[in-house]
């Protein structure tokens, strides 16, 4: 858990801190999302129903481009690209796309690492191709991240706000309605965090 | 009346049966059998007197006979809700371990138990937790919640509580509960560390003593029939209960047991029981619908209730 630049969880009794460290802990582990996570900053209340935390991200993977998965070769005279797939996981979202652009039916797939389109300008579309965008990671990390917070927070805790911008994200959750100075103390838990935060 | 110890034997399939066979002869009890593989787990009463004779058996078997001091108890494990915050970890954890002395658990997911000021129970859940001899709250992190908060899930309980929780506090701290045991609050993963399972291990431990309370309290106004007995009978005149396949299809209490059959079908049967002595069921229990499926819930009247006992 070292990699993690700043990891504070912060409460009235230090027993409870450690019991919520480990429980994050567990759940950056099963999501697999520490890598992602450069700094990280929870604090409990229990006494107010409150949960706020605030996580400053690590750059992740760019976008994925057909080029980084794939190689894309035009063939003028049969009037077709031929798609040779060299990473498995990004086929699904590349399908998808392919279907959109050129309906299923001008698509075929002759095994397992080829995708074969048929078209009228096959130069101009495989360069098209080449630069689509096919996946990008930082949705899937939306959703993790999600995913952890409600994971993490006490689970009566049911009202919820969250803000996720650029590598920034807030979450704060309470069992009451939320109050405007709990969203603020966690943005100023962001900003403390931005400045090199507190270990 | 005999004495009967309740014991856990461990060991291979094979001869097995001869075990069986002594502990009819002596006028014992088999409450569970689970075969796995070539394995059988046998969960048995013994009458004190001759649980050397079983030992020996036993050692010739070349199995492992110890005691199982919650054998015969039916535990509740409550907690707050299902959702993946309290299980499988620690709740499932904890009911797993208490089945190691012999004990059968229920694991109770409240609809609405999570959190500080909202948290509820409802008066269907409540009635059936009191089907159980001893109800088992696992509790989160935040001494906070369970010392002011969480303890209004007790109203209404009338067996024994014990509560888990993270936070190292006393029994006295937590207002109505009998017990309390720290160590085991909320947690996403399994727990195996030294200070889990030894906390684990109190818990065990201490609802052992609980039930032995509670078998005190019943020497000093004993039940009309043994359940043990009861089930026996059940399993000789009712053979329709060997084609159920839950896991404990008898599931006996301290003061009485659980038949998982339908209630509709099979109470007038019930109450119908015959015992050699000439009496039938219904003089000796209350026989009811139990909260749990349709299940027919049987509690044995105590010998002041009836005047004699069988």
Redesign the interface.
Known sequence: MDSLEVFAVESAIASEQEFYRKIIEDNLASLKLAPAIGKIKVVLRPEDSLFQMAILLRDVGTRVTTLDIADVEAKPVAGEIIISIKKEQYIPELLGKLWDRYGKANISQPDRWTVAISTDKPEEEAAFLKDMMVADPRHRLHENLVDFAIRVTPEGFRVRYHLYKGNQFIFVASEEALKHEWIEEAGTMLEELTKGGKR | MAVLRPYLYTGGVHKHGLLIELLEDLGGYIIQQVITGTEVNLIMLIPEKDIPVVKKQSDELLGILVEAPLTGVEIAVVS??L????LPHSACDVAEYLRHPGANTNMIGLARG??????LSMDYERKLINEHDIAVFTF??????IINKKPKLFEGIEIPIVVTG???LKTEDVPGADLYVGNI?????RLRKTEEVSALDKLNEEVGKIADNIRKQQAKDPLAVLPARVMKEIENQIPEIRTVLSPAPLTLQLNGLRVKLPYDEFHERLEKLEFDEGVTLSELANISRSKMKNYILIKIKSKSDVGFTI
């Open positions: 707050p809700t959702a993946s915050h309290h999570m959190g500080r000021r909202v948290s989160g992190s935040f001494s906070d919640c993270g936070p190292d609050g909320r947690t996403s993963h």
